[in-house]
């Protein structure tokens, strides 16, 4: 038997792979050494072979994974590999194998040899391809996730978290995750998820302000073109960082007269964790080096309001600190 997924959409292609060892481990083998995995880009029918024909002591029937063997460049292997494999359908093999291609390809792409095998698996019983999922499609997803948690969430806010995570499966189930577990709430809203992103983006600007404060100008110019590339405007990033550095200057000087993390988030109604974060990063700087990068970035904005200056060059200058 041979299944063959494939497809741009891996998170659904790696769970219909987990789906089906865990139903080949509770209907055939109670023991995971029945599964075995094969990389595919650097094996060897020798290897194959071996793997395939390995006794155990629970089961004669072994569960083959082979991963990205369409992108094996030796013809001769896969040209061989062919051979071996329709031989091994006509003597109706008890072992499963299970191609899987996690690598985005073409068939145009592909060599010769890769061409035929890919046109042989096609042709098999057990064929998915997974394409992204089209809005509709992901919208039922979300919904559906949010049901295994014991939650639900209005359309309105779930096409929220379906633009702030790129249509991406793996981002939109890791949020699902978080969400679920975070928010106590039975009913998730648009604001639920707004103040996840909102998360979300302090996080990066922890990241951002760090590669500031360690004098790290290609990582920090690095994590503004990701944020940019993210989709979040310039006056939004802008208007952030100015707000962590008050707030980095809040606490450096609170922590000068004595004040510990605790009375310092109570003091400011701030979250504790967030504030030994922002104590832990206060020690990258002094008291007069926050007050200077606040002036600046208090020049950046009225550069931008006077139409003097963009945003997205002028703090391209203050991460390269010139």
Known sequence: MIFFLFGNDTYRSRQKLK????QFLKTISSGSSAITLIDG?????????EKSS?????????LIVIENFLQNKNQSLISSSL?????SL??????????FEDNEFKTSTLNKEAKKFFNFLKKQKFVQEFKPLDNAQLLHFVIKEFSKYNKEIDITAANRLISSTSNNLWLVSNEIHKIAHYNKNKKISKIDIEENIAMKLEESIFILTDKLGQRQAVEGLKQLELQLASGLSAKYILAILRKHLQKLLQTKEALNNGLDVRAIASKFSWHPFATKKLGEQTNNFSVNELKEKLAKLNNIDYL????????????ELFFSNK
């Open 19 to 22: 789906e089906i060892k865990e």
């Open 41 to 49: 880009q650097k094996t060897s029918l020798k290897e194959i072979n």
């Open 54 to 62: 390995a006794s155990s002591l629970f089961t004669s029937k072994r």
């Open 83 to 87: 051979n071996y494999f329709s031989k």
């Open 90 to 99: 006509e003597k109706k093999s008890e072992n499963v194998f299970i191609f």
């Open 304 to 315: 931008d309001k006077t139409g003097q200056k963009s945003i997205i060059n002028s703090l």
